[in-house]
């Protein structure tokens, strides 16, 4: 079955840089568009950063655009997250998705397969 596992979250201070991991298995993971979502205490999950099979095509959030990367290694099964001058309001869990049914990826109904995620708190 899909599972997805997220790991690098933490604590970090304003200014810092965190890199999210996530680990797919049990599917084919180059046929599959990524996403990576978050979700703040009290608040709805939010689109961050999505990327397509072939990583040809990004989308970013305007909130983390210039300061976020995503990228996927097909041979390791691996979606990236860089995140770099992380502010207080970036803290909450970070979720990885994917999905190879051609909907729209920068939404959260984009996607049928969610990993467990991974807190990440920036806090000084």
């Known amino acids: 079955q899909v599972q997805l596992v997220e790991s690098g979250g933490g604590l970090v201070q304003p200014g810092g840089s965190l890199r999210l991991s996530c680990a797919a298995s049990g599917f084919t993971f180059s046929n599959y568009a990524m996403g990576w979502f978050r979700q703040a205490p009290g608040k709805e999950r939010e689109f961050v950063a999505a990327?397509?099979?072939?990583?040809?095509?990004?989308y970013y959030a305007d909130s983390v655009k210039g300061r976020f990367t995503i990228s996927r290694d097909n041979a390791k099964n691996t979606v990236y997250l860089q995140m770099r001058s992380l502010k207080p309001e970036d803290t909450a869990v970070y979720y990885c998705a994917a999905d190879n049914s051609g909907r729209d990826y920068r939404k959260v109904g984009g996607y049928n397969n969610w990993g467990q995620g991974t807190q990440v708190t920036v806090s000084s």
């Open positions: 990327i397509s099979r072939t990583g040809l095509t990004i």
